[in-house]
T-cell receptor, first 114, second 115 residues
Framework: KAGVTQTPRYLIKTRGQQVTLSCSPI?????VSWYQQTPGQGLQFLFE???????NKGNFPGRFSGRQFSNSRSEMNVSTLELGDSALYLC?????????????FGEGSRLTVL | GNSVTQMEGPVTLSEEAFLTINCTYT??????LFWYVQYPGEGLQLLLK?????DKGSNKGFEATYRKETTSFHLEKGSVQVSDSAVYFC??????????????FGAGTTVTVRA
């Protein structure tokens, strides 16, 4: 059974650009969450989607957005990149419905903003 | 709000030593508690969980007991191996009946086990 797949794994952007990250959840999983991991702030929740609907959003500026498609795949977008957006972005999936906290994480997309 | 505090690392141990990582939490309602582990270059993996007071989660020789009276969920392993070198995160999620779908994580504790 394939795990959570995130693409790209590594990318370098410059300030002001935008970036789109993709996440394919485990087959049958309908909930996808996104987290930002940085050395200074640790793991911070970005948003969670279930059946194409955003159910929860963290405390990030509007430059951070996401969406989920009918096949449960999800994308997140960051516009007008800032140096502080450099981070490992982790996607996690779960079957959804109930709030169990048992997430399956991908290996992450490491974004460097120059 | 919900928060998790775990002991700061890094922690360096010799193989077969006893490991304990302290974790305390603040939360409303009846949270579920977790330990996640992140091996070098990988995403997080669920190590163990406990969903109610006095529950003991266990996996791969690791254990943690949900102590509501002390709001703690300390991780322990009796004899660590080099392969246990990783970053360990304590986490909680609010009451499963709530509409809060996010995990709140501690800062993480880096553990290095030397042969």
């Amino acid at each position: 059974k394939a795990g959570v797949t995130q693409t790209p794994r590594y990318l370098i952007k410059t300030r002001g650009q935008q970036v789109t990250l993709s996440c394919s959840p485990i087959s049958g999983h309908r909930s996808v969450s996104w987290y930002q991991q940085t050395p200074g702030q640790g793991l911070q929740f970005l948003f969670e989607y279930f059946s194409e609907t955003q159910r929860n959003k963290g405390n990030f500026p509007g430059r951070f957005s996401g969406r989920q498609f009918s096949n449960s795949r999800s994308e997140m977008n960051v516009s007008t990149l800032e140096l502080g957006d450099s981070a490992l972005y982790l996607c996690a999936s779960t079957k959804g419905g109930k709030n169990t906290g048992e997430l399956f994480f991908g290996e992450g997309s490491r974004l460097t903003v120059l | 709000g919900n928060s998790v505090t775990q002991m700061e690392g890094p922690v360096t141990l010799s193989e077969e030593a006893f490991l304990t990582i302290n974790c305390t939490y603040t939360a409303t309602g009846y949270p579920s508690l977790f330990w996640y582990v992140q091996y070098p270059g990988e995403g997080l993996q669920l190590l163990l969980k406990a969903t109610k007071a006095d529950d003991k989660g266990s996996n791969k020789g690791f254990e943690a007991t949900y102590r509501k009276e002390t709001t703690s969920f300390h991780l322990e392993k009796g004899s660590v191996q080099v392969s246990d070198s990783a970053v360990y995160f304590c986490a909680l999620i609010r009451d499963p009946l709530s509409n809060d779908y996010k995990l709140s994580f501690g800062a993480g504790t880096t553990v290095t086990v030397r042969a």
